[in-house]
């Protein structure tokens, strides 16, 4: 809930864009692999020179350059070591646990643990010396000729042809890539072409296939021996025993997820239906503060890129190939964030590495990492990127589209509702036909999805070029015109849908300032082209390639870490100042139910409480409106929270959940800035009045006998006086303060007489043989009033009230302080 408080008045990313990649830091904990790595040793910053082990410690690095891959960079700064930690010896290397390294000559039991290729693996069952390989397929393959390569046909992961004599297998999809080529060769899998070169081909005769021997457990068989299993030829591709043909491998990747959820913290609220969710590309160094810019810029949600496997054959996933998904040291940023009240979506893809259902030949397998990912993550959102050669991978896409829904059908199963987004490359006349098989076959597949996110950037046609006409919308005119084609398309795969269930489910990110393709920039113009026609449809995502990006830069450059966009051009979140506001929800606000309203006195400030349902203060927002004549101040626009307040002196909203589906709310005034006939209004959302009240007299008169010091009488020249010493607070506060002394004549009769009375800073006298005066007295306020001693006599009382008015027939509230004469009090004047 906010409560407004308004007184005194009267009512595409990923791939292209991180080409060169910048490093994430963190502390050394025992990090493993390729990299690169940059941690904090020892108040020192550290890189990798080449793959680096866990047992490898930086503060050994100096006297082994030869065999330990740590080099100094440069001295920690002060903010870095207390913001990531500063391990300072190799004993603890920040508690990282290690595993033997997997040997294939031994032997295993079940569940052992192993390190493999950079990555931890679980057995399922005991495996003898020679068995299976972590992560690698059975070590017998069936024998069959090696095609010829045709310019024509489709090839995809681990399809094999030959050529001239030669064995290739793909390394991904591909068509029309000449194998022996040496331009489309990639013999160690890391430069990103299509034909991993595997020697001469091996053909066999008719006679020496049926003539094999048939398998034997117990045999160890050398690598490359054929035999016959249940009529069929194979051929074993490692050094093999007490493996069938038929078997499947037990190794599975191991992730140690202890600990995981505490570092991510969990999101206070549900995923809007409707939200600005930048990328962060999660992998930089330049990473920004998260749960500051949710408090200061209003950007509460984030989309966290990319998970990716660790490299083309590990089904493991990382952030990026270089950073662990279970222990990353940037989480504490995503914990800090949730704690500010935002949250993120995990993108899963990317133009660069390899997808998880590329890696991940084992639908299985990929259904248990998306699901881990979902639940140790506490996400509410998942996002996939599918571009560059990936979104025309139809076995990844298979895979993927199979995994996500199995993982559907578990959260179901468990009364789960986790929002599933697909990320798709677009051109101003919409999707491309790959992009549909994706949408197609995910619904054929029967995957559930909250939403089609589109890159509305890199374009590469001539229409979208816009350097140099910044305010002519040219890229926004793009991006609106894919959207309007990304309707229709959506429209005919999804039949089912409303115009606006199509609208709720379209996304759209641009790439914010220079895009990679030249002669493509996006201007602060196009951002509020895309917003207003996002605003128009109620769109379900308004995503921006990235937040690190929304600053200015080097003119005309396109990098991670800025826009390419000058300062006049873009200040510094001048793209997310477009698009924060979009972020909303279409829940339905509770119907405010309110009772019980009541003034409550007991301290000097009158406060207006009531009682609300707590369900419409949770979901709904609440303007509290004092009207007081003759005021006209501006409008206090701080919002008031749970039990908080804002700089303002004037008035103070509390609200206390009672635990009963209700709650208290109470609205405090400051003395007397409240008065007699004042209006308080409440007001929701839409500007309808939930509540009006008028405070009365009695409402505001808070005088009590608390707020008198002292008192006293004397007597002097005939005449005593009674003063009292009273609170300034009580002196300030609009009530009518009145002196009043009883005397009771022989039969009894009282008479009261009034003789003055205070109201705000001015005294009213009424004579008939008595006076009232103020005066200050040290720190207090001290009225008196005067009367002749021939008046009085012992057992007359002499009192101040608070009453409703200054005439003698003014109702009394509250006998602030009263004294009973005695004749020792007045023998002095006798």
Same mark, same amino acid.
């Given at each position: =809930? ?26 050394? +904990? ?51 070591? !207390? ?52 992560? !690698? ?30 064995? %290739? ?134 989309? =966290? ?57 084992? #639908? ?72 549909? %098989? ?11 999805? !909250?939403? #089609?996110?589109? /890159? ?49 489910? /379209? ?13 493509? #920039? ?8 895309? =917003? ?13 390639? +990235? /937040? ?19 300062? $006049? ?46 369900? $419409? ?33 004037? !008035? ?70 009674? @003063?009292?010493?009273? $609170?300034?607070? /009580? =002196?300030?506060?609009?009530?009518? #303060? ?5 005397? @009771? ?86």
């Amino acid at each position: =809930m906010k409560l407004n408080i308004f007184t005194k008045t009267i009512i595409g990313m990923g791939a292209l864009c991180a080409a060169a990649p910048v490093l994430a830091l963190e502390a050394w +904990s025992g990090q493993e692999g390729t990299g690169p790595y940059e941690v904090i040793y020892d108040s020192g910053v550290y890189t990798n020179a080449w793959w680096v082990g866990a047992s490898d410690c930086p503060g050994n690095a100096s006297g082994d350059e030869a065999n330990n891959p740590w080099r100094f960079e440069r001295d920690a700064t002060a903010a870095e070591i !207390a913001e990531y930690g500063n391990p300072t010896t190799c004993d603890t290397g920040g508690g990282t646990v290690t595993y033997p390294d997997y040997s294939s000559a031994n032997a295993y039991n079940a569940n052992d643990i192993v390190t493999y290729n950079g990555a931890t693996w679980q057995t399922s069952t005991a495996q003898s010396a020679y068995g299976f390989t972590p992560g !690698a397929a059975n070590p017998w393959e069936m024998y069959a000729e090696v095609a010829q390569w045709s310019a024509t046909t489709t090839y995809n992961k681990g399809d094999k042809v030959q050529k001239d004599g030669q064995e %290739y297998e793909a390394l991904f999809y591909t068509i029309g890539d000449d194998p022996s080529l040496e331009a489309n060769q990639n013999p160690s899998g890391t430069n990103g072409r299509p034909w991993k070169p595997l020697g001469a081909v091996v053909t066999y005769t008719t006679d020496q296939l049926n003539n094999a021997p048939e398998f034997n457990s117990s045999t160890l068989y050398e690598s490359g021996t054929l035999i016959r299993y249940n009529g069929e030829n194979y051929v074993s591709q490692a050094k093999v025993q007490k493996v069938t043909p038929a078997d499947t491998n037990p190794w599975k990747i191991y992730i140690d997820w202890s600990g995981t959820k505490a570092m991510v913290g969990t999101p206070s609220s549900a995923w809007p239906a409707h939200v600005y969710a930048p990328y962060v590309d999660y992998t930089l160094n330049s990473l920004p503060d998260l749960a500051s810019l949710a408090k200061n810029q209003n950007v509460t949600h984030f989309t =966290m890129a990319f998970v990716v496997a660790k490299d083309a054959d590990t089904c493991l996933p990382t952030w990026g190939t270089a950073y662990n998904i279970n222990d990353y040291t940037q989480y504490s940023k995503i914990k800090a964030l949730r704690e500010a009240g935002g949250d993120v979506m995990v993108s899963i893809g990317g133009a660069n590495n390899s997808p998880l259902a590329a890696a991940c030949t084992d #639908v299985s397998q990929l259904q248990q990492h998306y699901y881990d990912i979902v639940e140790n993550l506490n996400l509410n959102v998942l996002d996939f990127d599918i571009e560059g050669t990936w979104v025309a991978d139809h076995d990844s896409i298979n895979r993927r589209n199979e995994a996500v829904k199995a993982a559907q059908d578990q959260w179901k199963a468990e009364g789960r509702s986790v929002g599933i987004w697909y990320t798709l490359p677009i051109l101003p006349t919409g999707l491309t036909d790959d992009g549909l %098989y994706v949408l197609n076959d995910a619904k054929a597949k029967g995957v559930n999805l !909250a939403g #089609v996110n589109v /890159m509305a950037m890199d374009y590469g046609s001539s229409i979208c070029q816009s350097e140099g006409t910044e305010g002519q919308n040219i890229h926004g005119k793009c991006a609106t015109s894919a959207i309007e084609n990304l309707s229709s398309q959506l429209k005919q795969i999804f039949t089912d849908k409303s115009d606006d269930e199509i609208n709720a489910m /379209m996304g759209v990110t641009p790439m914010n300032g220079y895009n990679d393709v030249q002669g493509e #920039v996006f201007y602060l113009s196009d951002a509020n082209l895309v =917003m207003d026609d996002a605003k128009d449809r109620d769109m379900g995502m308004i995503g921006m390639w +990235s /937040m690190m990006r929304d600053q200015p830069g080097v003119a005309g450059q396109v990098s991670p870490e800025h826009s390419g966009l000058t300062e $006049s051009q873009a200040p510094q979140y001048a793209f997310s100042e477009v698009f924060a506001p979009f972020t909303h929800s279409d829940e339905t606000p509770a119907e405010t139910e309110i009772k019980d309203v009541n003034v409550d006195k007991s301290t000097n400030n009158p406060e207006l409480n009531w009682t609300q349902n707590t369900a $419409s203060i949770e979901s709904g927002e609440y303007t509290v409106t004092l009207q007081h004549d003759g005021w006209n101040r501006d409008a206090v626009g701080e919002p008031y929270y749970f039990g908080q307040y804002g700089n303002d002196k004037v !008035a103070r909203v509390y609200v206390t959940d009672l635990g009963n589906g209700y709650s208290n709310v109470k609205l405090q005034m400051l003395t007397g800035e409240v008065t007699e006939g004042h209006v308080v209004q409440v007001k929701d959302a839409n500007g309808t009045v939930v509540l009006t009240y008028q405070y009365t007299l009695e409402d505001v008169t808070t005088g009590s006998p608390s707020q008198i010091a002292s008192s006293e009488t004397s007597v002097k020249n005939g005449s005593l006086t009674y @003063t009292i010493n009273a $609170s300034t607070s /009580m =002196m300030i506060a609009y009530e009518y #303060v009145n002196f009043y002394y009883d005397s @009771t004549d022989a039969k009894g009769k009282t008479t009261t007489t009034l003789c003055g009375s205070w109201f705000q800073g001015m005294i009213k006298n009424f004579g008939k043989g008595c006076s009232t005066v103020m005066n200050p007295h040290q720190g207090y306020w001290s009225p008196s009033e005067t009367i002749s001693v021939n008046k009085l006599k012992a057992g007359d009382k002499v009192y101040a009230a608070t009453a409703d008015g200054s005439s003698e027939s003014a109702k009394i509230f509250t006998v602030l302080d009263s004294i009973t004469l005695t004749d020792e009090m007045l023998k002095a004047s006798r």
